[in-house]
Every structure is written in structure tokens, then in C-alpha cells.
Nanobody, 114 residues
Framework: QVQLVESGGGLVQAGGSLRLSCAAS????????IGWYRQAPGKQREFVAQ???????NYADFVKGRFTVSRDNTKKTVWLQMNSLKPEDTGVYYC????????WGQGTQVTVSS
């Protein structure tokens, strides 16, 4: 069974940076796309970024040029480097693995102050 554990969230000022990490257990990490969703207070969860097992990436328009997703299959870890953060980036960030079932982490809080 896959488990995903996020870390790296916190409080940062607008314009700052954070790097989120997601550590995976299980044997499917190297096979599946991994990525990130986020949920702001009072809003629906939304897609942020995804990286395939081969390293192909896909981003939501609102993070293009600011966020970078990467992975290391040997470490079973995926990262989300977030630069030029804005207050509207505030929310809980969830790691997601798209396998035969979709697996979610517990989330990590990111708060960007203005």
C-alpha cells in the first residue's frame, strides 16, 4: 500500500520561496506520475503540478514559471520548488500518486503573508 508524507510547508512572506517534499513508500513510485494539488480556505482542491515516471512535467497556468516539480526515483521522493510566492498561493498542499488508485498524502500547510 502506498503512503505519501509531505513536509516543508510553513509561513513565508510574499516573494519568498519554499520547497515541499513528498516521501513515498510502496513499490509503485517509479511507475506512476506524482504531483501536487492544493486547497485554499473555502475553495475546491486544484491541480498544481505533475511529473511522470520519465520526468515529463505539467503545470497549472497560475504556477508556470514560478514552481518546479522534480523527482528522484531512487529516493522515492518528489519535490515542489515554489518561488515568487503570492498570498493567493496560501493553502494546504497535497502530494498525489496517480496509480491504479489515486493516493493522497495528508497535506502540508503553506501560508504566504503579504
Amino acid at each position: 500500500q502506498v503512503q505519501l508524507v509531505e513536509s516543508g510547508g510553513g509561513l513565508v512572506q510574499a516573494g519568498g520561496s519554499l520547497r515541499l517534499s513528498c516521501a513515498a513508500s510502496g513499490n509503485t513510485f517509479t511507475l506512476n506520475p506524482i504531483g501536487w494539488y492544493r486547497q485554499a480556505p473555502g475553495k475546491q482542491r486544484e491541480f498544481v503540478a505533475q511529473i511522470t515516471s520519465a520526468g515529463g512535467t505539467n503545470y497549472a497556468d497560475f504556477v508556470k514559471g514560478r514552481f518546479t516539480v522534480s523527482r528522484d526515483n531512487t529516493k522515492k521522493t518528489v519535490w515542489l520548488q515554489m518561488n515568487s510566492l503570492k498570498p493567493e498561493d496560501t493553502g494546504v498542499y497535497y502530494c498525489v500518486e496517480w496509480g491504479s488508485i489515486v493516493t493522497w498524502g495528508q497535506g502540508t500547510q503553506v501560508t504566504v503573508s503579504s
